[in-house]
């Protein structure tokens, strides 16, 4: 067996890694929000917006977000690597993917920091 | 191997009747492939979904009520307890797939018995989530 070192060349061992990492970050903002949605007050606007207008909150939205963009980047592609064959119309997909999900990025940045 | 070998002829049952009827698939690959299907549909449609509600509802207390009430809607709903599911589905299959990484529960009768409790657990939070939701 090849010996993989994560640190060294891309192997594929790093988006593994990463894809496992990024699941515990967004485990642990669900469980978070959960507890927020479930046991806090009735959800009002002002409720709502204070919550958002909160530094940690704003924060840890988007370190979800970014740990989503990356997991589902290698979700989709090794999904895109199994069942789509052609090579273009694998890159044609795998480029969509990319730009879909810069776009929510920046579609997060925006509404957190409006 | 043998040219003679590779080039033997093995039967392929992979297309979409054999999935659906001939190959009974375990439970742990059921889990496994909903996984997938639910990773599929958070990433589209439902994290644009999603986005744009989170976008609108913090816009202004305006945009925030019609977000209430179009949460109201029935066919609203029901896309909301698909996401709900697919979320949950999602979690507890990819908790079960990160203890099998860690070499927890992989011998049979305890990954069967796992992936009993990934389908029970999720389906429970979808109907504890959904009937907040509804």
Redesign the interface.
């Known amino acids: 067996m090849v010996k993989r070192v994560v640190v060294g060349a891309h192997y594929g061992m790093r988006d593994w890694l990463a894809q496992?990492l990024t699941?515990?970050v967004?485990?642990a903002y669900?469980l978070v929000l959960a507890v927020v949605l479930?046991r806090g007050e009735p959800i009002t606007?002002s409720v709502?917006?204070d919550l958002?207008a909160e530094g940690w909150m704003r924060v840890a939205t988007l370190v979800f977000a970014v740990s989503?963009v990356w997991h589902?980047w290698v979700?989709?592609r090794d999904?895109l690597m199994d069942y789509i064959k052609p090579d273009g119309l694998r890159l044609a997909l795998q480029v969509f993917?990319v730009l879909?999900?810069a776009g929510?990025l920046g579609?997060?940045i925006?509404?957190l920091w409006? | 191997m043998s040219s003679a070998a590779a080039k033997k002829l093995r039967p392929k049952y992979l297309n979409l009747r054999a999935l659906l009827f001939e190959i009974r698939l375990p439970l742990p690959g059921w889990i496994s492939i909903l996984h997938?299907v639910s990773?599929?549909l958070?990433?589209?449609p439902f994290?644009?979904w999603l986005?744009y509600m989170?976008?609108r509802?913090?816009?202004s207390?305006q945009t925030?009520?019609a977000v209430k009430s179009y949460l109201d809607l029935r066919l609203v709903k029901a896309g909301g307890l698909l996401f709900i599911w697919a979320?949950c589905h999602h979690?507890c299959a990819?908790?079960r797939f990160?203890l099998l990484?860690l070499n927890r529960g992989i011998e049979l009768v305890p990954a069967r018995r796992s992936s009993v409790a990934v389908l029970v657990v999720s389906l429970a939070l979808t109907a504890f989530f959904g009937a907040?939701l509804w």
């Open positions: 496992r699941a515990v967004m485990v669900s479930v606007y709502w917006r958002f989503l589902a979700g989709t999904i993917t879909l999900l929510y579609w997060t925006q509404v409006r | 997938r990773g599929a958070l990433v589209f994290a644009a986005l989170l976008d509802s913090l816009a207390e925030f009520q979320y979690l990819g908790v990160l990484d907040r």
